[in-house]
């Protein structure tokens, strides 16, 4: 069965410093890799994706993720972090069955 | 295009009471799927569906029905509410597995059990 592990439950950063999130998966078969985001009182949005192919993903709003299928990891990453990016982030692992299965998150705050 | 849509998007219930979330899609997408949410366990899938008249267990099935009559039509049932049921929940529909697509999630319906 696959599972998702999100390391980090609470990360608290400044404005302008740099991120990463980790994200480790378990399923045997090949895998497609997602982080979602969720800001305070809003809905899941996509950050980013991976399905195949060059595995450093650039997704919107400055974040990145890169899929190491040695370590079954893809961590989401940003450089500079905005007090906008306070929000609560996951990742999630599709399997052969098209069954999508989420991390349990990491809440960001970003303190100005 | 209305994309996914869940009805309703607020509901309370009391104890012991049933009801039906419904969700709908127009995209045409083979697999769709019920979650709920609840502060720091992540979303947990409840059950999904791979086409219409197939459905299957996820992470968290007790306590939930569903169907899949149509294509476009994915209801969850709670045949007797518990307190333990008060989430979010979404609904989340997909292309099969082979394409290039990510998952569409509707905006969720709150539900409260007393």
């Known amino acids: 069965a696959q599972s998702v592990s999100q390391h980090n439950h609470h990360v608290i950063l400044s404005e302008a410093a740099s991120l990463e999130l980790g994200c480790n998966y378990s399923?045997?078969?090949?895998?497609?890799l997602f982080w979602y985001v969720q800001y305070p009182g809003q809905h899941l949005q996509l950050l980013l994706k991976?399905?195949?192919?060059?595995?450093l993903v650039k997704g919107i709003k400055g974040f990145e993720a890169e899929f190491i299928k040695s370590k079954f990891s893809f961590n989401l990453r940003k450089p500079s972090v905005q007090w906008s990016d306070t929000a609560e982030y996951f990742c999630?692992?599709?399997?052969?069955?098209?069954?999508?299965?989420f991390g349990t998150g990491t809440l960001l705050a970003v303190q100005p | 295009n209305a994309g996914v849509t869940q009805t309703p998007k607020f509901q309370v219930l009391k104890t012991g009471q049933s009801m039906t979330l419904q969700c709908a899609q127009d995209?045409?997408?083979?697999?769709m799927s019920w979650y709920r949410q609840d502060p720091g366990m992540g979303l947990r899938l409840i059950h999904y569906?791979?086409?219409?008249?197939?459905?299957d267990q996820g992470e968290v099935p007790n306590g939930y029905n569903v169907s899949r009559s149509t294509t476009e039509d994915f209801p969850l049932r709670l045949l007797s509410a518990a307190p333990s049921q008060t989430s979010v929940y979404f609904c989340?529909?997909?292309?099969?597995?082979?394409?290039?697509?990510?998952?569409?999630f509707g905006s969720g319906t709150r539900l409260t059990v007393v």
């Open positions: 989340a529909s997909s292309y099969s597995r082979g394409r290039n697509y990510g998952y569409t």
């Open positions: 399923y045997g078969g090949t895998v497609n």
């Open positions: 991976y399905f195949s192919g060059d595995p």
């Open positions: 999630a692992v599709r399997g052969a069955t098209n069954k999508l299965i």
């Open positions: 995209m045409n997408h083979e697999y």
């Open positions: 569906s791979v086409g219409a008249g197939i459905t």
